[in-house]
């Protein structure tokens, strides 16, 4: 089993990457306050909860999706940081009950929407708080059970925002740092596996032509990979970003222009080994054509050389990736790993103390790198069975 964990991890990222976050309960957009900690990291400070009442059957809190026009809460911390209404009220009116006391929070001859926040100086007058008083704490003041009550129809949610969200926190902005996470999935592995698909095909192509041609077709190839190779490859890569523009597949393309050249020398070497060999000469006996002795013949020799580039050269791509990015080069619209670095850097991750933004993306990028090379270890096991039988 332990044989086969590479591939199964690999596999799990990669329908984690086709699905998404949504299967797994998490959303996009601000969850929870800037810099919220993971909920299984203290336990001493509440966790940001939603509580939605509704006329035509419901309460719900995170933790309890049934719906009626009732909402309870046990409350056990200190005051949370911000409490938000947001809905529709349809007549009647909104009420909170706390252990001392109970507000009128909402009221309505007619329809109307709700769009209310504890900051809201109009609001904390209709609740007769005076404007530069704390509102959570006055909504909040001690321990015990609270409840919110709709009387009337309507479909209210109450946003109490407490220090903690979630599997990872919360970014710079609120966002659930898993659900980042998980969408970096799929940038890492489109930009991996694309690049070095590409790198790989056309390495392979000018290889062959390169080795089996000989001549100025092969000076003139071998003398564009010495150039290439002697160009320091990461200010090109900035500069063609900013030139190119910062899209995905402009970055699947700069990455693979500069990542073509091993992979061909590699093939060009074994073509010249083989294209004198006597099996060689008795195909050209018997009428082969170069294509045929090509593609049908040689590009198998190279197989498990390949599948070597291939398991160097997507761990090779997603680093690339991930510089660029950290670097402030790639989409801000795309939330790749790197994005996500750099914008810890950027906005004080670092001196906030606030780890759950670095770790994850750092650790992501460590692990599936070493995934791809123990699955490209293994493939070259199965294409030349000698390696299998060296390593036992």
């Avoid at 006597?278 to 002795?293: C, E, F």
Wanted: include cysteine; aromatic fraction near 8%.
């Amino acid at each position: 089993m332990t044989r086969y964990l590479s591939i199964f991890c690999l596999v799990f990222l990669a329908l984690l990457a086709l699905l998404g976050p949504t299967p797994l309960g998490l959303k996009d957009g601000p969850q929870a306050p800037p810099y919220s900690k993971p909920d299984w990291l203290d336990r001493s400070i509440a966790s940001t909860v939603i509580l939605r009442v509704s006329s035509d059957g419901g309460s719900s809190s995170e933790a309890s999706p049934e719906a009626s026009s009732t909402a309870a809460l046990t409350w056990n911390y200190v005051a949370p940081l911000r409490v938000a209404l947001t809905g529709r009220l349809d007549g009647g009116a909104l009420r909170w009950t706390t252990p001392e006391g109970e507000f009128s929070l909402a009221d309505a001859s007619g329809s109307a929407a709700l769009d209310l926040d504890a900051r809201d100086i109009p609001f904390k007058r209709s609740l007769g708080i005076k404007p530069f008083d704390n509102m959570p704490s006055v909504l909040f003041p001690s321990r015990g059970e609270y409840r919110l009550s709709l009387l009337g129809s309507g479909d209210v949610a109450m946003k109490i925002e407490g220090g903690r969200w979630g599997w990872l926190g919360t970014d710079q902005r609120g966002r659930d740092v898993a659900t980042l996470f998980v969408r970096g999935i799929r940038i890492s592995l489109i930009v991996g596996i694309t690049a070095t698909l590409i790198a790989t095909l056309l390495g392979l192509s000018l290889g062959l032509v390169s080795g089996y041609a000989g001549g100025f077709t092969d000076a003139l190839i071998m003398r564009t990979v010495d150039v290439l190779l002697s160009i320091p490859t990461l200010p090109i890569l900035m500069v063609l970003a900013g030139i190119w523009g910062k899209g995905l597949w402009n970055l699947v393309l700069i990455l693979s222009i500069f990542s073509w050249m091993g992979t061909a020398r590699t093939v060009r070497a074994l073509t010249l080994t083989l294209r004198d060999a006597p099996w060689v000469d008795g195909l050209r006996a018997l009428g082969a054509k170069r294509n045929y002795i090509l593609f049908r013949h040689l590009v198998p020799e190279a197989l498990p050389l390949l599948l070597a580039n291939v398991a160097l050269g997507v761990p090779g791509a997603i680093l690339a990736e991930a510089g660029l990015a950290f670097l402030g080069l790639s989409d801000p619209r795309l939330p790749s790993w790197g994005r996500m670095l750099h914008e810890a850097h950027t906005f004080g991750s670092f001196t906030n103390g606030a780890w759950w933004t670095i770790l994850p993306p750092g650790l992501g990028i460590s692990l599936i790198c070493l995934i791809f090379m123990d699955v490209g270890r293994k493939l070259e096991e199965r294409a030349d069975p000698r390696l299998k039988q060296e390593i036992n």
